[in-house]
């Protein structure tokens, strides 16, 4: 029997992609869904992960440097991240969100993020979890972020609001002054 021929880093890439669309399909996302609400499956689970033990045992590793870096290793991968580039961007950004400048020793493990770029899959920096939702929900905006920060300042300093209200005050107080004149 011949043996098979490992994968070229194309090969792996097109196989990641048709399974990336594939699992993004409506359909596929409610098989999985309705799959996971089973009873059975979700009783499977908690007796897999559901013990205090076993939680614990989970909460220690992640605390080791091994789980850490395994941890961090997972997903970053698919983010075109390496565990070399994390530790090297930490140093660089001074162990801080590239954005906020607030130290990642504050945040907890959960709130940093790998920001990359979605169409080209090239790492751009460590975020906190602020940030990177922020930089994404002015992304889908469609508005450059100089004039997201322009029309956002504007309206902070003049919410409309306080014009309603002024309006609102103006009118209440003019009905209350009619009825003491009847």
């Known amino acids: ?11 792996r890439a097109k196989a990641r ?7 993004a399909k409506p359909d596929v996302i409610e098989a999985r869904k309705a799959y996971y609400r ?27 440097e ?5 941890l961090k290793d997972s997903g970053l991968r698919q983010r075109g991240f390496t565990l070399e580039l994390w530790n090297t961007l930490t140093k660089l950004q001074g162990n801080a969100c590239a954005i906020c400048r607030r130290p990642f020793d504050s945040l907890g493990y959960r709130n940093l993020h790998a920001d990359h770029c979605h169409e080209e899959m090239r790492p751009r ?40 209200v002024v309006h609102v005050s103006h009118e209440s107080v003019g009905a209350a002054d009619s009825k003491e004149l009847l």
């Open 1 to 11: 029997m011949a043996k098979k021929q490992p994968l070229t880093d194309e090969q």
């Open 17 to 23: 992609e048709r399974a990336r669309r594939y699992n």
């Open 38 to 64: 089973r009873p059975e499956v979700q009783a499977r689970y908690e007796e897999r992960n559901g013990s205090e033990d076993w939680k614990a045992y989970c909460k220690q590793y992640r605390q080791t």
């Open 66 to 70: 091994r789980g850490r870096d395994i």
């Open 125 to 164: 920096g460590l975020l906190c979890r602020n940030c990177n939702h922020a930089e994404g929900q002015i992304k889908k905006t469609g508005l450059a972020p100089e004039e997201y920060a322009r029309r956002l300042a504007l309206y902070l300093l003049d919410p409309p609001a306080s014009a309603a």
